[in-house]
């Protein structure tokens, strides 16, 4: 792999794509953007014909990447990773994105979804069961009456043979979709995205994981002011201790520790475009 210089720091930076900005937050380029303007970005990307897929990325995220340069790999390679959680969201603030705010899946979901109504644009549901795909699809005629829902398909949960997965990419091309919404669990939806993309002729993949499960009203959302403290997390452990316990006690401390050595420049984080041996390698300042 070619060593190149590469800025450590958060410091913003035009993204390789065009001319969204983005800021380094532990090797990950995390897109500069609010509700609205990511909208905007994903809306013109389809009537440009693009095709891209999004990141929707918290905290837990990023740290999951730093031991996983594939899923880094295609963190910084997507169209956008939206900031999803606020303390990623402060990165961007801190270097110098007055405008950037959250961007969190279930909102990200009902603005596209909003937005798409008068352009006609075309949505299929990928994940989650075919129960949860009924009462998604349901709730959100019922709020979008005028959504175009071309599809919906939950796929099996095992791993997919290489014939499951031409059978799903003729499926989903089929539907006409401009945006495959996919409910997966992270990393899964992020794996599968990269690894779909060229096959799929729908100009936008989304990976808005839980959205699916709050929005068909199969799990609770925390308050808009919890949501916005920073202490989601604390809300979600209550909710569920037993599955997330462990998750959040080694990802709380990993991310303030390492973003500290960040800001303080104890450590560096190069963006990495791709892995050593899967193409060619940039580092961007």
Known sequence: ????????????AHHPKGSLEWTNVLGVRVSAVNLKSATGFIQKAIEDGRKEYVCVRDAHGVVRCQDDPELRSIHNRAFLVTPDGMPLVWALKRAGHSESDRVYGPDLMLSVFEAGTSKGIRHFLYGATDETLQQLQARLLARFPKAEIAGTYAPPFHKLSPQEEADIADRLNRSGADII???????????????????????????????????????????RIIQRSGFEWAFRLLCEPRRLWRRYA????????????????LRKFPIEDAVSGSGTSRQMR
């Not at 210089?5 to 913003?12: E, V, Y």
């Not at 080694?250 to 420049?265: D, E, K, M, N």
């Open 1 to 12: 792999m070619r060593k190149q210089p590469a800025d450590d720091s958060q410091t913003s």
């Open 181 to 223: 919404w996919v409910g997966l669990s992270s990393p899964k939806q992020e794996l599968w995205m990269a690894r779909m993309r060229d096959r799929l002729d729908a100009s936008m993949l989304i990976g808005v994981g839980a959205a699916f499960d709050f929005h068909a009203g199969l799990k609770r959302q925390a308050p």
């Open 250 to 265: 080694l990802v709380v401390p990993a991310f303030i520790s390492l973003t500290a050595f960040q800001r303080l420049g």
